[in-house]
T-cell receptor, first 109, second 118 residues
Framework: DAKTTQPPSMDCAEGRAANLPCNHS???????VYWYRQIHSQGPQYIIH???NNETNEMASLIITEDRKSSTLILPHATLRDTAVYYC??????????FGTGTRLKVLA | DAGITQSPRHKVTETGTPVTLRCHQT?????MYWYRQDPGHGLRLIHY???????DKGEVSDGYSVSRSKTEDFLLTLESATSSQTSVYFC?????????????????FGPGTRLTVL
């Protein structure tokens, strides 16, 4: 199964863009990339997903490289409430999410 | 927030005892999932269900069984709990299972159950 690799931690200044990278070099052509975040010990929360094209919604943007081996989640104006663990996930088939170990993002005042 | 509850929220038990965790949803979503979360591993899928009485194994299913007799309830059972099953367990639901060519399959997660096996 495809694996994801993320840096274990990152800091970002409040108000600045947070760019969270993810490597998924073994991803297959029909496997989607999802991003979730987990605040404290709560259940993970959906952020965004994509296949080939870049995607944007009210929370974030997702940039996927042309070869699909990596992606970047962008939080355009990070706030203190964005402090969380961010998971880059590959969806295998219809149901199965392969979670990485996540990046702990700390937004600094 | 999606209407998902998990019970109990915290449980301490002893090795060898049976344990059942319950996930209840009020969203009428067809698909339900059980994950465990351990330090250094992210979340790992234990079992999932794609309909009443339809279940399948995930990547870490050994030592666990599930049942789904109603749309709204998905039960996870540890027949004989071991210390290696100490973990935080999350239930999730999704409206559609999506297909290989379909994009959308957002999963909504419950609040989690912290299980300690002594």
């Amino acid at each position: 199964d495809a694996k994801t690799t993320q840096p274990p931690s990152m800091d970002c200044a409040e108000g600045r863009a947070a760019n969270l990278p993810c490597n998924h070099s073994t991803i297959s052509g029909n496997e989607y990339v999802y991003w979730y975040r987990q605040i404290h010990s709560q259940g993970p929360q959906y952020i965004i997903h994509g296949l080939k094209n870049n995607e944007t919604n009210e929370m974030a943007s997702l940039i996927i490289t042309e070869d699909r081996k990596s992606s970047t989640l962008i939080l355009p104006h990070a706030t203190l409430r964005d402090t969380a663990v961010y998971y880059c996930i590959v969806r295998v088939g219809a149901y199965k999410y392969i979670f990485g170990t996540g990046t702990r993002l700390k937004v600094l005042a | 927030d999606a209407g998902i509850t998990q019970s109990p929220r915290h449980k301490v038990t002893e090795t060898g005892t049976p344990v059942t965790l319950r996930c209840h949803q009020t969203e009428n979503h067809r698909y339900m999932y059980w994950y465990r979360q351990d330090p250094g591993h992210g979340l790992r899928l234990i079992h999932y269900s794609y309909g009443v009485k339809d279940t399948d194994k995930g990547e870490v299913s050994d030592g666990y069984s599930v049942s789904r007799s109603k749309t709204e309830d998905f039960l996870l059972t540890l027949e004989s709990a071991t210390s290696s099953q100490t973990s935080v367990y999350f239930c999730a639901i999704s409206e559609s299972g999506a297909s290989r060519t379909s994009s959308y399959n957002e999963q909504f997660f419950g609040p989690g159950t912290r299980l300690t096996v002594l």
